[in-house]
């Protein structure tokens, strides 16, 4: 069997384009990337594991602490077997949370741990995203190196079209092509 050319780990958030991450998902796989998902419990408020689960064939982590993953569950492992980390789509709270060092979930935790490149696609409403707290929050994450893929105008979930649409599926695949050579 042809080997993965890298191991993508895609950590998605809770928010209403949670449902893009599935067709990354897909075109990373289809570029012989060998793809995991992880996922916040907020996200799957928007898109299920399962989805995921099916697309990738591999366990989906929602819950850190869940006993029964047959997989090895540890975060570390995680961290350190990834190329690459994308957060996809990435919520205000989510950023927030890595700028500040907290780790409540497994995806800020995996994030904390790894040596892997991380790339961050924010998605929010406008005001989210204008709003000082999330403009310093985005201005302190990428001191940190992560490279962010910036949103773009578009229809939002309160119906405005404005900045804080997530950029495209093909824009982010190729971000993350980049960062991985
Ligand atoms: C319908 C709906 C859509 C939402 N869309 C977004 C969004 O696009 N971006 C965002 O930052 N928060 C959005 N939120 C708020 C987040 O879901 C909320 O901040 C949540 O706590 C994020 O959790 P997480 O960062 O752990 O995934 C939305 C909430 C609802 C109810």
């Known amino acids: 069997m042809k080997k993965a050319n890298k191991q993508i780990l895609i950590a998605v958030t809770g928010g209403i384009s949670a449902y893009k991450a599935c067709e990354l998902v897909r075109d990373l796989m289809k570029k012989g990337h060998a793809v995991s998902v992880m996922m916040t419990p907020e996200a799957t408020q928007f898109v299920t594991a399962l989805t995921f689960r099916t697309l990738t064939n591999q366990p989906v982590i929602v819950d850190m602490f869940d006993q029964d993953l047959s997989w090895d569950p540890c975060h570390i492992s995680l961290a350190e ?42 998605a929010m409403n406008d005001n989210m995203y204008s709003h000082p707290a999330f403009k310093q929050n985005l201005k302190k994450i990428k001191t940190f190196g992560y490279q962010i893929v910036s949103p773009i105008k578009g229809a939002l979930a309160c119906g405005k079209t404005a900045i804080g649409h997530l950029a495209t599926v093909s824009e982010i695949s190729r971000e993350i092509e980049k960062l991985l050579k």
């Open 81 to 122: 077997r990834a190329d690459l980390v994308a957060v996809v789509p990435a919520t205000a709270n989510f950023i927030a949370k890595l700028a500040n060092g907290l780790c409540d979930d497994i995806s800020s935790c995996v994030i904390m741990a790894t040596k892997a490149k991380i790339l961050i696609a924010p």
